[in-house]
Each structure stands twice: as C-alpha cells, then as structure tokens.
C-alpha cells in the first residue's frame, strides 16, 4: 500500500497538487498581509503540504463552535473558490477511470477547503 501512496503523491503532485498546494499558499499570503489575519495564513500555510501530498493522509473533520466563526470567514474570503476548484477538478478526473483515486481526493480535499479550522490530519501507516 506504500507505495501505491507513493506513486499516487508523484502523480498527484504532477497533475493537481501543484497548482492547488500553489493556491492554498497564495491565499495564506494575503491573509498574513493583515495582522488579523495570520492565524488564518498559518493554517493555510500547514494545510498546502496536504494539498501537495494527500495520498495516505486522512481528514477529520472538527466540531468546535470556536473554529465555527472562522471557518464562515474561511468560505467567505477564500474558502469558496478552493472548494469549487477541487470540485471542479474531482469531476473531470472522475470521467476517466484512472483518474478516480485523484478526483477522489479532490472531493477529500473539498471539504478541508470548506471547513479547515479545527480538522485534523492523521497519517496512514
């Protein structure tokens, strides 16, 4: 299974997890550009080595109210177009049959772009 992880990673980061680890890090940026901001850009900043390499690393969704204010100014101001992109891409590698296990971390990804704060990540062994 390791390397199934493996070689799904290197295509992924190929095909999607560059530009989409690349938007995840753009968005950190300009959240850290206000002072108020930078917790947000830092939680961007953890969540693009997942958008990079998400094969074997699973997603648990917190259910804090206190990440609940933070995650409703997530998908106003920013959140929304991360989400329709994975969307958007999971679909189109989805038509294909090798690209099911892409589109499917894409729609993995989908919901780390709605609700990021208070997820955690835990890595398969």
């Known amino acids: 299974m390791g390397l199934f992880r493996f070689f799904g990673n290197i295509i992924w980061f190929i095909l999607c997890g560059f530009i989409s680890g690349l938007a995840w890090l753009a968005i950190g940026l300009l959240w850290c550009i206000t002072i108020v901001g930078i917790p ?3 939680q961007c900043f953890k969540l693009s080595c997942v958008s990079f390499c998400p094969f ?3 997603i648990l969704l917190g259910t804090k109210t206190s990440s609940l204010v933070l995650n409703i100014l997530w998908v106003v101001f920013g959140g929304l177009e991360l989400a329709l992109g994975y ?3 999971g679909i189109v590698l ?3 049959i090798i690209g099911i296990p892409l589109g499917l971390q894409c729609f993995k990804l989908l919901k780390l772009a709605f609700l990021p704060f208070g997820a955690r990540i835990e890595i398969k062994v």
């Open 94 to 96: 989805c038509c294909t």
């Open 87 to 89: 969307l958007a891409a």
């Open 40 to 42: 947000v850009g830092i």
């Open 56 to 58: 074997g690393k699973n």
